[in-house]
């Protein structure tokens, strides 16, 4: 596809812009390079390729599961403002 300068000028009147020669021009060679550089991406023929799902082919990217003791209740607890021996109170903020 092609811009010319009939083109930008019926642009600026539709957008109510009036513009100066030197503009015209100036936008005239940037649209003429911004379809240039589209072209190039409309360019590769992509019929032969099989499409993908991942970019890296691998059987499993997770790890193995590994069994660890937890943290004992009590270090869980200690910076806790109010629990017992097993939970962390909180305060009710539903009344009944």
């Known amino acids: 596809m092609t811009v010319s300068s009939q083109d930008i000028k019926e642009a600026s009147w539709d957008a109510r812009v009036e513009l100066s020669v030197q503009e015209e021009q100036s936008l005239l060679q940037e649209a003429q390079q911004l379809f240039i550089k589209v072209k190039s991406f409309l360019g590769p023929d ?8 991942f970019p890296i082919k691998s059987s499993t990217v997770l790890r193995e599961d590994e069994v660890q003791p937890s943290l004992p209740v009590n270090k869980a607890l200690a910076n806790a403002p109010d629990a017992d021996d097993h ?4 305060p009710r903020i539903i009344e009944e």
């Open 46 to 53: 992509l019929e032969e390729v099989s499409p993908t799902f």
């Open 87 to 90: 939970c962390h109170h909180v």
